[in-house]
C-alpha cells in the first residue's frame, strides 16, 4: 500500500521560511516523479513543484521560482520542499504527489498517489 506522508507544515510570519517533507512507502521511490500541490481556502489546487525521479529536473510554478526549492533524497524516500520569503499568498494546505511521469504531476488530474496535506499558514 502506498502512503505519501507530509510533515513540516506550520505558522510563520510572512519573509520567514519552512521546509515541508514528505516521505514515501510502498513504491519504488526513484521511479515516480514527486511533487507539491497546494489549495487555499475556496481555490482550486494549484502545482507549486515536481522533480523527477532521479532528481535531474525539477519545474516550478512562477509564483514560486526564486523562492521554493524542491529536492529528494532517495536513499530516504523523502521529498522537501524548503520554502523561503514566504507570503501571506502561499497560505494552503500543500500535497505531496507521485506519478512515474512528471507531467502528469505537473498537470495533477491524474496524478497515482497523494498524501493528506499540511497547513501552511503565513501571516502578514
Known amino acids: 500500500q502506498v502512503q505519501l506522508v507530509e510533515s513540516g507544515g506550520g505558522l510563520v510570519q510572512a519573509g520567514g521560511s519552512l521546509r515541508l517533507s514528505c516521505a514515501a512507502s510502498g513504491l519504488t521511490f526513484r521511479d515516480y516523479a514527486m511533487g507539491w500541490v497546494r489549495q487555499a481556502p475556496g481555490k482550486e489546487r494549484e502545482f507549486v513543484a515536481a522533480?523527477?525521479?532521479?532528481?535531474?529536473?525539477?519545474t516550478y510554478t512562477d509564483s514560486v521560482k526564486g523562492r521554493f526549492t524542491i529536492f529528494r533524497d532517495n536513499a530516504k524516500n523523502t521529498v522537501y520542499l524548503q520554502m523561503n520569503s514566504l507570503k501571506p499568498e502561499d497560505t494552503a494546505v500543500y500535497y505531496c504527489a507521485a506519478d512515474p511521469a512528471i507531467n502528469t504531476v505537473v498537470g495533477g488530474t491524474w496524478t497515482s498517489y497523494w498524501g493528506r496535506g499540511t497547513q501552511v499558514t503565513v501571516s502578514s
Open positions: 522533480i523527477s525521479g532521479s532528481g535531474g529536473t525539477t
